[in-house]
């Protein structure tokens, strides 16, 4: 969403408009977190009011689809795609066979065992 | 009986106390379990790599200086540019209103 | 760190690693069985070097050393690289830290371990040699090409080396020196995490009331921000606080309390 996307391009590396809405997304998340935790106490503590939790269970669900945690997804740094995403080094299968083959993982090598 | 449980209790009781943790012998549901939680944000706010210097801003600081640089790559676009100019297939002309995109559309 | 740059600890550590030497050649010489095995006796005099030239067995590296050069020798410390790191014995067996030493190669891990022996020795800590812990395999196994081509795959694999260096009962002083000087001499690929462990006197309770005075002089700027200040800004009365702000009298029939 154009709203909390940043001004000016912060992010080094692939560029892409898919990356670049991930990015919005983890950094909005990352803003809105500590509120959504505490609306998440309130509904889980039974021991408040029923009032008050149902009314932070409507807060919860009328926040923007941004600030959930699920909407992010771990894209490749250096190639933008979405699947085949190694952990470790936040490097799609592709690139990640290329740089390999090429040493610049450290201490990655072919196996064959 | 009753008494080893009053004894557990108040162990419990003192050790909440020193610990500071939250005493809830009746086992109920305190929602606590979110507030232990760690905030995951910042680790995943970092996931792609920070951006850094590149040509493009070295060139901008120096443009007050009025040194230029010189950019291969930025020649070579301008350069096929003008080729595809000269062959006619550069950028059609951009519509400022909508009779002329209209009109454009009619040609066809 | 600036402990290491202090000039009289390390006249200090000179001085100790010179007795060190000087306390070995002096044991070599009273135990013949280890003479014999590790032949790093430098004190051994020229008269004895023909009989080694002709006994059949492999020169060692401390006989090759001596035989280098008749009038001078290497310095005692630079020999003492050739020949295996020397160890301090542990009086009571505490372990006080544990040194993780991990790599990807096999190479840059044993100098470091080796490294990092050799400068506990010198700075009078026991330490239970590298231990090769199991390494870490971890492997990944991805298509070639497209996914139609899944049948052609390939592997990759990273293997981690580990060694564990344990410092046995060491001051904690010299043990923070050794980690500082093992940071500032780090190795290329090899990575290092350490777990120390403190120990206190049985005497918890008068430590703790020692050491007060001074975290709480180090918390103050943190406690000033909470709570009411008694001389700040604070005003005592309610009305002072509320300022302007009127209490509403609202007149209705159940707000009045009744007299009598």
Partial sequence: ?113 | ?108 | MSLLFNPHLLAKFGKQSLYAVSARSITTTRNPDIVAKSSSNVSRSINERPAFLTEPEPRNWGERLDSINHKTRLPRSVQAVYLRPLRRKAEYGLPVCDLQLRSYSVRNVELFADFAVRAAYYLKLPISGPVPLPRIIERWTFPRSNFVHKKSQENFERITLRRLIQIKDGNPQSVQTWLAFLRKHAFYGVGMKSNVWEHESLDVIKNLDDTAPGVESSLKVHLSQFGQQRGGRAQSSISGLLGDIQPTKNRSPLNDVRKG
């Fill in chain 2, 1 to 108: 009986m009753a008494a080893t449980y009053n004894r557990i209790l108040d162990l419990a009781k003192v050790q909440c106390r020193i610990f500071s943790l939250n005493l809830n012998p009746q086992g109920l549901r305190l929602g606590n379990k979110v507030l232990r939680q760690r905030l995951r944000g910042p680790a995943l706010a970092e996931w792609y790599p920070k951006k850094t210097v590149s040509f493009r801003d070295l060139q901008d600081s120096y443009k007050p200086l009025s040194l230029t640089m010189f950019d291969e790559g930025e020649d070579d676009r301008e350069e096929a540019i003008q080729i595809a100019k000269l062959r006619g297939k550069g950028r059609p002309k951009k519509k400022r209103t909508a009779a002329e995109s209209r009109s454009a559309k009619k040609k066809k």
């Fill in chain 1, 1 to 113: 969403m154009s709203l909390f996307r940043s001004k000016r391009l912060d992010i080094g590396g692939f560029i892409n408009a898919r990356v670049i809405r991930d990015h919005t997304k983890r950094k909005v998340f990352e803003q809105h977190e500590p509120e959504r935790q505490a609306l998440r106490y309130i509904i889980r503590n039974t021991s408040l009011p029923q009032r008050a939790r149902a009314q932070a269970q409507l807060q919860l669900s009328h926040m923007h689809a941004y600030t959930r945690s699920t909407q992010i997804k771990n894209r490749c740094v250096a190639g933008g795609i979405a699947r085949g995403v190694v952990r470790d080094f936040r490097i799609a299968r592709y690139q990640f066979r290329q740089q390999a083959l090429a040493g610049e993982l450290p201490g990655v090598r072919k196996a064959s065992w």
